[in-house]
Structure formats: structure tokens, C-alpha cells
């Protein structure tokens, strides 16, 4: 049996070869950095089925109910509204007290049980960037066609959008602060893109 | 050269003094110049030639429909055919005057260009009084508001009247005032130089800001391209001055009124001291006594019987009197002129340095007309007005024709608060006077060749005579049949002109041949019976039409010149296109990888040793993965995972084959079709429970399957319980190929039995690895080779790397990359969808009739009973091997029965059209058989197995050998190892 | 650019969506029961209207979900977007004029 903190130790983030060159993008105006290996527990279920109902018991909180909407769930968790039968559960990384997101998948399968629906570990599907900082919302706005101001686009409010052409997620977690969740092979050209569009603001 | 600038007046900052360069001169200028202002300032009449006729030429405008005064931008990028009447003044700016065209500068232009995507409640376009007075009323209700305003400076036509008053204050102190307040506002933008130069559908403006002319910041961008999703957009956009045509138009010192005015007013610059004034309204009056006032001599000649204003004083008013000549010769030195009825026979002469001219104001509508915003024309206006503002926009100002100013600051004020103009379209014309419509004095000498419509073009009215008598009735086609208004012009000059020149040339039966449909045009105009309508008047009694009835031309985007780096932002270079990583992408570069694009996957392509060439590096890797082991990273396949009681049933129906009975832990090879019975894509699907599935899909058709699958879901068989998540980032992949790969699988593997018979083709079993991560592997194969895919978490996929490399080591495991996947698999003729298919092949032409069903009904099986399926003359895959076994054929080369084939190499076109029965989709040399080999899809191919055909390329006819489409290993025996 | 607005997203940028062809045209209950003709009905033909059209739309960079819109195919102004389960919504009071399908 291989110790668990060996296998953790293999773990690589998509922007892993890339923390120095978020560092040295990052200034007082905006600041950029990777949130890595949370865990992302994809779900597919109609709102309002006893389908919903087993996962939101095995969540200990209910489903966001529309577009934009986030739930805060106990032990650091929340689950983003992605689609009308889609959700996305994002939890802290193993090494931060989360679960290790197989395990978190196999409870929320459990609790799905013959249950119609699907519940999927994405963890790695994905990867988080912080953006943050007076000018993080300038920085989007460079690639982003979606209303960021506040009144659109209050702080917890996360949607799926374009950014330039690239799919990711942006959740506004803080009046300056923002992820940016791309799929894990465009972090890299993601990550780049934005600290190309810090240098103004550094 | 005498300096024009007065002592005192303008805008400008005389304090601070603007070193610039033009040719080889250096002349100062003052901060808030333009390049125009200043040259006129320092006594530039002459700038650059005309494009073709190359004649003397000066500043016409004061704005961005200058025909004249182009610069080009020296020392960095050579920026060409910039309007010396928007060009900031900066310092040391290096410039030479250009004869009407451009040069491009063939180096790269390495500035910066970007975008931004923004929100706004209301947008105003145009900072005159008008667009001030929309802004401030804007704000006040609390709603987001962004001004753009394509000048570096707010206040639009009150720039040139800053001693006019407005609310009780000089304009330019209101100007500054309403800036302020604009300013102080939290929920109000200003964008200066920033020009609006497309208006689309659902308020969607972008424009174009230029930045770092005037500010240099590290890492700004120089322009930056804007686009804006706005609630309510209020054009006030203004108007443009015209011209009028009479003989020698053009030559320097010829300028629009209202430039002369705002030279003086902005700038103060006296562009000439003894003026003639030509003007065709009341518009021009106040420039006469503005010019007057500082001491011009000035000559008013007013084509008009009358005046419908004051008369300035100390003016020379002249009533019923045309210019019908420019007398000089670099410039104007007089003005030949005659009685607008042509009683005067005998043409005056007079003496001046400055003709200021004014025929009249056409709103400008561009961005109302490219949202199709309708236009009529409004006889008494002489002009064309839009008729009612598109859905969610208003209008304001002069675009309307409201001409006074505090018309413009009520009719703005309303349009800002959403609210209903209080002024009054009778009150326009009443106020705006009679404007004569006078759209040609002939000249002296009967000829019509300096008769000037579009300068820029070098256009003449004789050149719409000649379109008019070669049968041209469209104000579209007269346009292109000339080249009037295709320059940067693009009608702010010549459309209206040529319209009014057009209703001079034809008569009423003429306008039969007009095609309906242009922006603008009435439709059954009333100027064949003579009648009026609302469009325009019959005037000159019964023949001749109105512009009413013959419309503009078309406006289009963009409205001012973009350069196509600026609409390219930051997507150059490396950030062009999206690069999509693997996570073993660096430990793949480490080992000298070359990648190639696979949609936007960077894929390794081939990993080349010591200097070997591509060739020689696939050789190698090709018999690694035949002799020996190697391996490769295969993360790129789209991976779905589909769920639901009904997901075998799904698959079913979407695969040409069965997977209803596919056992659980094994995995089966499916190929999914349109309805037309057409290749759409294919991949090895795993199930993982009754009701659980892993589907692959080709790298390049990820995206589109999920969609498929979920449009058949969503739409067709909403009934089913099936669901979808795409997983193709979750995992990662590494495919360990070759006869020994069991080896090095079962080191890192321990826990697997991994022995033919514990291990079966097309199994796949969850392991945890020797590492600790947990794994799943599959048998399956892409080459005809004994090989294993392992998949992982993405998060361990370069450790996944790490350890195959490590357990191969001692066996001599060879990274390969796309190339030899692609040798190895053509070998064994296994199709990749795009390359081998088109969208026209279906299973069967593949020769793989096995994969089609004929028990279950899937999706495209109708379309295997269709004629064109059953008959003959299909194109089938097949191999070509060349008779010269070290040639490979260009992929795409054609495919001719040999009778068809000429004697010898073509170095041009062939004289007769050549038959085709096929074409080549892949080629490669094969280590295995130790000859070049050919993928192609012939006609009735199958048919012709053993038959020699010709494959040509490049003017050559080769001959090849039609054959089976698997060269290598026909009885499948090697996948087992 | 035209900006739709998605039954579950609200309105979002024509680029964050993917275009599906006419609406309302059913895949045939029992294709081997068709003639060629009627299967290459289905297959081929769909309407081209000078007016109102109705089609499909999926919004692939949000909700992944299909839906339908009535778009004028003149002006480009969806007047409408609905869900596929839904009836083509009637403009203006009028109903639509009926589409193609492989059965006529």
C-alpha cells in the first residue's frame, strides 16, 4: 500500500510550470495566481426530482436554482448552477482538509443510488485561477462580453461564458476578486492571456 | 510662408509649443492642434497631389471627411493615409504629405491593439451640443452612460463658435463646464478619439479608440477596439457640410465654410484674409462675419435670390450669384463668377485667397443606415433624414437636421432622458432657411472635368455624365462604375453630390430603369407625375426626378478606417490561437518533441534524435512500436461519460452498431453517422456498469459529439434517462504499443494480470498502479499491435509519463508521436474521420460493412436503401502503392484511369478536362513493408483491386497499383502480441 | 453580433452559441417506412422563408442546452426563443405558417 501522501506528492496542477510568471504578472493593481486541486464533482440531475432531493440531503444544502446562482455548502463546499440539470461541487483540496474527490464522487454516487441522473469527478477537468485586485474586472472586461459590473454580475454570482473564445467558468467571489475556471489544457494559453492584459494595470 | 495664426483666439494651448516634421520642414504648432490646423497655420496651402490627376490639392475639412490632407506617420510602423484634419499634433511627430494612396509598410507592426467588452445603459455618439446635452440628461437619471466622441476634444461644431452663446455662457466655457459635471459623475465613461465606426444588430457598437498618441504607458495598448452592448444608443452624430461643383473645386484654398470657421474658432488660424464666401443656405453668414470680425475681407455670393437671416456687417452680400470657376494655379487667387440664372453672360472676376464654400448639410446618418434605419428626403432641408430612429436609439441634433443650438441642447436633453423630442420637424426646415439645390454651375468652357464630386477618387461630374451615358441609372452602379465614394471617403463627401448630380443628368422616364431598394428612395415616387410627396418635389417642373427617388447608396461598416491589426486585439503570435496542453506536454518538449496542431491540441508529431530528420525519426519510432515497445500520449481523444437507464439504448441508436449486449468492463469500436448515412465520427466506447459508459470521440470532434448526443437527447428522445458530461480533460492517456508492451504494463501494473489469457482484447480493468494512482487500463489497439492505454487523472497524467518511461527504460521503450500513429494505422487501414472521410463516405465505402447493423435501426440506416448508396461509382478505400516504391504521393493528389492519363509531365493546365476516379487521403512510407503506401478513395475501388491506375500531382502522372486497402497484417494476428 | 436570449441563460453573445438548422423538423418515427422521396424530403429540403423562421439553437458555451427561436430572417430579430418541448409561439396573435416535414 503506497503511502497517501506520496501519491498527493504526484499530483501536478495544469499551470504548475507557471507560479513564477504569475508572480512576477502580478502587481497592485491586479494579482493572478492557481487555486489547484480542488475537487469538481459534476452533476446531472432534474431540479426537483427525488433524483435532486438524494443529492441535496447527501450535500446538506440545495441546489443553486438558476442561472449565476451558487450555494454555500457546510466544510468549505459549494455547487454552481452550470445548466438546468447540471451543477458543478467544488470542495477543498485534500491537503486542505477536502476529501479526496474520488471518495466525495463515490458518496454522492451512493447517494444517487438507480436514482436517474449522473454524478461524475471532474476535478481534474478543470483548473482555478484567481484573478484579483482594483483592475481585475478591466482585465476581463478585455475578453469578456458578459456585463461584469456589479449590479449585473454580483459578488457569488458564477457563470459558464467565453473568455476571448476559450469556455470557462467566472465566479465573482469578491467585489475584486474573481475565478476563472478554464478546462485543464487551456490554462496555460488562459493564464497568458490574462497576464497579457494585467501589464497595463501592474 | 506667412504664419496664419492670429495673435489670439482658439482653443488652443499657446503655452505650450509642438515641434513636428513634414517632409523635411520642422514647423511648430501649439498643444490641441491638429496636423491641419497647424500646417495652415504655419502657411500650408498645398499638401499632397490628387491620386490620378495629380493636381495641387489643400485642406478641404476640418473632420474626418477630408479628402485632401493625408499624412503618413514616419519613424516606427509607417502608418499611412491618416486625415491631417484628426491627426492630434504630438511631438515630434515626422510626417510626409500623400498624394491620395497609401503605402504599406511591408514590416511588422509590433504596436499593441486590444479589445474591451463593456455594458452601458445609454451610449452617446457625438460630444456636440447635442450629444453634451444627451450625456448630462443621461447621467442625472442614474443610469450607466458612455459619450464617444471620435475628436480629442468635447464640443463637436461648437469647437468653431467657442464665442457662442449657450446658456448663458460662452460655448466653449459650457463645453467645459458640462465635461465636468460629466466627469464627476460615477456613472459616466467619456471616450475621446474614440470613432463609432459599426452599428449592428441588438445595439451592438464597436469603436475604435486611439490611445498612446497622446499617452505612452508600459504595456497600454496604442489603439484599442471597443465593443460596447448598450441599452439605448442617441446618434448625434452631426452633419456634414457640402461642397459644390463648379470648375477647379479642388485647388488648395477651396474649403468648406464651416472648416474655415472652426480653423478660426478652434485653432485660431485666419486660413485666408481676402474670402469669398460661395454658399447656397444661411449657414455660411455666420462664418462670413466670424471671418469679418477679425478682419478678412469678405464676399458673400449667394446663390439665393435672398437671404433667410441677418446679413453680417461689413460684409459684401451678393444675391443670385454662382462662383462658376477658382482662378490661380497651386492656389486660388480669384473666383470667376455669374448670375445663378445664367442672365450674366459676361463672368465677373474676384480676387481672393480663401474660397469658403457651403452647398448645404447632409445629416450624417451612417450608423442610423447600418442598422437600416430608414432615410427620406426632406426637400426643405435639401438632404437626406432618417425618417424615425431604430428600435432602442435616438436621434439628435444635426443628424436630424436641427441646426440652431439650443435646439440641439432640448432635442438632446430629451434623447438622453428617453424622452420625446420637443422639436418640431417644421421647426427644423424654418429654422434652417431655404437651401437652394444647386448641384452644378457649368463652367466657362463647356467642359465638366474639374468639376469635383469625390476628390479623393479624383472623381468629376463628367465622370457621372459618362456612367449616366453608359446607361448606369443606380446611384449603386454610378458609384462603382466611377470609383466615387470607394475611398475613405465613402459618401461623406460625394454621396449626396452625386444623388443631386444624378436628379440634374435624368429625367423623370429615366427613372424607370432605377432599381427599387436603396436606403433612402421612395418608393413610387411622385416625380414621374410631377406630384409631391414626402420624399422630394418634382422640381424644374415635370422631368426631373428627386434624389427621393433614387436613394443613397448602401453605408456600411466601417465608418472611419480600421486597421485589421486593431480588430485582431491581442490574438497574434503566441496568443493567436488557443493552444491546448496535455499535462505531459513539457515532459514531451523535454524529449525535443515537434508538435503539430490537431484541432487546437498541440500534439507530438514526431520526436526526432541526434539530428535525424522527420523520415528517419518515424522509421524509428514506426519499428519501436512494431518490434519492440513504445509509446504515446493519447490524452486528446474526447472523452464523454454517458449515464441513464436508457444509455444502451442511446448508444444504439446513435452507433451503426450494436451496444445493447456490449458486457460490462469491455469496450467495443463504434462508428456514428448523420441521418444521410455519412461518417460523422468513431471511437472505442467502454461500458462501466449496466448503466454506465465511457464514449471516446476523434481529438477534432470532441465538442461536436457532446453536442450531438445531446441534441438527439434533448430534442428527439427527450424520454430517454440518459445523460452526458464530457471528461476529455478528467483523464489523461498513454498508449504503450508494441510487442513487448505487456511487459512494461505489468511492471507498472503489479497488481493486473496482464496475460493473454487473463487479459483479452478489448477488456479494460480499474488497477491501482505500482505509484499508488489509481488507474484504468484498456486493451485496444490503433496499430495492429499487443498495446494497452492507460488512463489517469489529469493531475497525475506527467507522472503517468514518468513511470512508463522508467518501466520501458530497460526494454528501450521509443516515444512516438501523430506521424507514426499515422503510419501504423493506414498500415492496418483505420480511418481518421476528416482526413480519410469528408463528410460524403459512409461505413461501407470504408469497407467496413461489419460496423453497420441490419437488425437495429440507428441513426443514417435509412440512407443505406437510398439509390445513391446501391449505386455503382462510389468511392471506396483502397490502398495505391507507386510503381516507384520510394515516392509517396502528395495527399489530395487525383486518381485517373491510366487510357486517361497524357503521355508526358503538363507545366500548365491540360488541354481537355481530365476524368478523376479518385483521390489520395493518406500517404506515408511503411517500415513494415518497406515501401511508400497510399490511403485512397476510388471509385467502385474494390472493383479495381489489382488494376494500375495514375496518380497525378504537380503536372506529373505516376503510375500505382490499386490495391486492398490493409497492406500490413491482413489476418489481425499481431494484436495479441 | 447578434445577441440571443437563452431560455435558462438570459441573453449572451451570438458567439457563445452554436446554430441547428431549422426547428420543428422531427426525425421520422418510422424511416423504413418512407419513400426515398419522403426520406430525402427530411434529409434535404427545409424551408427558406422571407419572414419568420423558426430554428435551432444551442447555447454551447453556457447551458449546453438546445432550444428554438423565431428569427426574422429580414431584419435578424429573434422575436422569440423557446424550449424544444414547447409550441412554435404565435406572432403577433397569428399563428405561424406551418414547416416543411417528411411527411408532407
Known sequence: MVDRSSVLERRRSPLHALTEELEHGSGAGVQLHEVPFLAQIGLRVRPGSPSAAALEAALAGPLPAGVGQVTALPAGRSTLWLGPDEYLVLAPDERDGGLDPAALTAELVTALGELPGQVVDLSANRTTLELSGPHAQDVLDKSCRLDLDPQAFPVGHAVATLLESVGVIVWRTDVGTWRVMPRASFAVHVARWLLDGMREYR | MTSRRLATGGL???????????????????????????????????????????????????????????????????????????????????????????????????????????????????????????????????????????????????????????????????????????????????????????????????????????????????????????????????????????????????????????????????????????????????????????GATVTVLDARPSAGCQLPPAVDVRFGMVVVETLGDEVVTGVRIASADGSDVVPQELECDLLAVSGGWSPNVSLHSQRQGALRWDERLVGF????????????????????????????????????????????????????????????????????????????????????????????????????????????????????????????????????????????????????????????ASMRPSPGALGTTTFRAPFTPVAFVALAGRSRGQLYDPARLTPSHGRQVELGARFEDVGQWKRAWYFARHGEDMDAAVARECRAARENVAYMDATTLGKIEVRGADAATFLNRIYTNAFAKLAVGKQRYGV????????????????????????????????????????????????????????????????????????????????????????????????????????????????????????????????????????????GITPYGTETMHVLRAEKAYPIVGQDTDGTVTPQDLGMSWVVS??????????????????????????????????????????????????????????????????????????????????????????????????????????????????????GTRRDG | MLIIDCPHCGPRTEDEYGYGGQAHVAYPEDPSALTDAEWAQYLFYRDNPKGLYSERWVHSAGCRKWFNAVRDTRTYEITATYLPSDPRPAPHGGPLAPTTTAKE
Open chain 2, 12 to 294: 488652443i494651448g499657446r503655452d505650450e509649443t509642438i515641434k513636428f516634421t513634414l517632409g523635411s520642414t520642422t514647423y511648430a504648432g501649439f498643444a490641441g492642434d491638429t496636423v491641419a490646423s497647424a500646417a495652415l497655420a504655419n502657411g500650408i496651402a498645398r499638401v499632397g497631389d490628387s491620386i490620378y490627376l495629380r493636381r495641387p490639392r489643400g485642406v478641404m475639412t476640418c473632420g474626418v471627411e477630408e479628402p485632401n490632407a493625408f499624412v503618413r506617420v514616419e519613424g516606427g510602423y509607417g502608418e499611412s493615409m491618416l486625415p491631417a484634419t484628426t491627426l492630434e499634433l504630438a511631438d515630434d511627430l515626422q510626417m510626409t504629405w500623400e498624394d491620395g494612396i497609401g503605402t504599406l509598410d511591408q514590416s511588422v507592426d509590433d504596436a499593441e491593439y486590444d479589445h474591451m467588452h463593456v455594458h452601458t445603459d445609454v451610449a452617446i455618439v457625438g460630444a456636440g451640443p447635442a450629444g453634451l446635452s444627451a450625456a448630462r440628461a443621461a447621467v442625472a437619471t442614474g443610469v450607466r452612460v458612455t459619450l464617444l466622441e471620435q475628436d480629442f476634444a468635447l464640443g463637436g461644431s461648437l469647437l468653431g463658435r467657442p464665442g457662442e452663446q449657450v446658456e448663458g455662457r460662452p460655448a466653449h466655457e459650457w463645453v467645459q463646464q458640462v465635461r465636468a459635471e460629466l466627469e464627476a459623475a460615477p456613472n459616466c465613461r467619456i471616450l475621446l478619439r474614440t470613432s463609432v465606426f459599426g452599428s449592428y444588430d441588438n445595439n451592438y457598437l464597436v469603436a475604435l479608440e486611439k490611445r498612446t498618441g497622446h499617452l505612452t504607458t508600459e504595456g497600454m495598448s496604442r489603439q484599442r477596439v471597443w465593443h460596447l452592448i448598450v441599452g439605448r444608443v442617441v446618434l448625434a452624430t452631426g452633419s456634414f457640410e457640402r461642397s459644390l461643383i463648379f470648375a477647379g473645386n479642388d485647388r488648395p484654398g477651396v474649403m468648406l465654410a464651416s472648416a474655415a470657421q472652426a480653423y478660426l474658432g478652434r485653432f485660431g488660424v485666419l486660413v485666408g484674409e481676402r474670402v469669398v464666401v460661395f454658399t447656397t443656405n444661411d449657414s455660411a453668414y455666420p462664418v462670413a462675419a466670424d471671418l469679418a470680425a477679425v
Open chain 2, 385 to 540: 433624414v432618417p425618417t424615425a430612429p431604430v428600435a432602442r436609439q435616438a436621434l439628435a441634433g444635426a443628424v436630424l437636421g436641427t441646426s440652431w443650438t439650443e435646439g440641439c441642447l432640448s432635442e438632446g436633453a430629451a434623447a438622453g432622458a428617453d424622452e420625446v423630442s420637443p422639436v418640431h420637424a417644421g421647426e427644423r426646415a424654418d429654422r434652417a432657411g431655404a437651401t437652394a439645390d444647386l448641384w452644378l454651375v457649368p463652367g466657362p468652357h463647356g467642359d465638366l472635368a474639374t468639376h469635383f464630386v469625390d476628390p479623393q477618387r479624383d472623381n468629376t461630374a463628367a465622370d457621372v455624365v459618362r456612367a449616366v451615358g453608359a446607361g448606369m441609372r443606380s446611384v449603386e452602379h454610378v458609384k462603382r462604375y466611377t470609383s466615387i465614394s470607394t475611398g475613405l471617403d465613402q459618401g461623406k463627401i460625394g454621396g449626396v453630390l452625386t444623388i443631386g448630380l444624378l436628379t440634374q443628368l435624368l429625367s423623370a422616364p429615366d427613372m424607370a430603369a432605377v432599381p427599387a431598394g436603396q436606403p433612402g428612395q421612395v418608393v413610387g415616387d411622385g416625380a414621374e407625375d410631377g406630384e409631391v410627396n414626402e420624399g422630394g418635389r418634382a422640381t424644374n
Open chain 2, 672 to 811: 456514428m453517422c448523420r441521418p444521410d448515412g455519412m461518417v460523422f465520427d468513431d471511437g472505442v466506447t467502454f461500458r462501466l456498469a449496466d448503466d454506465r459508459f465511457v464514449m471516446t470521440t476523434t481529438t477534432g470532434g470532441a465538442a461536436r459529439v457532446l453536442e450531438w448526443l445531446e441534441e438527439w437527447s434533448q430534442t428527439e428522445w427527450p424520454d430517454l434517462d440518459v445523460w452526458f458530461t464530457s471528461v476529455t480533460e478528467q483523464w489523461t492517456t498513454i498508449a504503450v504499443v508494441g510487442p513487448r508492451s505487456r511487459q512494461v504494463v505489468a511492471a507498472l501494473a503489479p497488481d493486473l494480470d496482464v496475460s493473454k489469457e487473463g487479459f483479452e482484447f478489448m477488456a479494460f480493468r480499474d488497477t491501482t498502479l505500482a505509484s499508488g494512482i489509481p488507474a484504468r487500463i484498456a486493451r485496444v489497439t490503433f496499430s495492429g499491435e499487443l498495446a494497452f492505454e492507460i488512463n489517469v487523472s489529469g493531475w497525475y497524467g506527467q507522472s503517468l509519463w514518468d513511470d512508463v518511461s522508467a518501466a520501458g527504460e530497460s526494454l
Open chain 2, 854 to 971: 441490419t437488425k437495429k435501426e440507428f441513426v443514417g440506416k435509412r440512407s443505406y436503401e437510398r439509390a445513391s448508396h446501391n449505386a455503382t461509382g462510389r468511392k471506396q478505400l483502397v490502398s495505391l502503392l507507386p510503381l516507384d516504391t520510394t515516392l509517396r504521393l502528395p495527399e489530395g493528389s487525383q486518381v485517373i484511369e491510366q487510357a486517361a492519363a497524357p503521355e508526358g509531365p503538363l507545366d500548365g493546365p491540360a488541354r481537355m478536362p481530365i476524368p478523376m476516379i479518385g483521390h489520395v487521403t493518406s500517404s506515408y512510407h511503411s517500415q513494415a513493408i518497406g515501401r511508400s503506401f497510399a490511403l485512397a478513395l476510388v471509385k467502385d475501388g474494390r472493383d479495381r483491386v489489382g488494376q494500375q491506375a495514375v496518380a497525378s500531382f504537380g503536372g506529373r502522372f505516376v503510375p500505382v497499383e490499386i490495391g486492398d486497402a490493409v497492406v500490413y497484417d491482413k489476418e
